[in-house]
């Protein structure tokens, strides 16, 4: 599991993953506004913040390392 946290809850700004929407609906916010991403695979992402009109505020690459299909314990 890989949280991810914002100082301010989405409004003017949403999350994006490898370039796609993420924890766009309320269910996928916890009470304390972050959102958890179990990865699939291993490899580079990108995660974005994005303001309504599109632009990037905030960027960051990363790498999950691991065997493919592994699961995992927490």
Known sequence: RIP???TSKPGDWSWFLDG???GQTQD???SAGTVDWFPKKPGR???EI???AGNTIDQVEF???G???A???Y
């Open 71 to 73: 699961s995992a314990t």
């Open 20 to 22: 796609v929407p993420y």
């Open 4 to 6: 991810f946290e914002a």
């Open 45 to 47: 992402h990108r995660l």
């Open 67 to 69: 065997q493919e299909n």
């Open 50 to 52: 994005r303001a309504r």
């Open 28 to 30: 996928s916010v916890n």
């Open 63 to 65: 790498t999950v390392r």
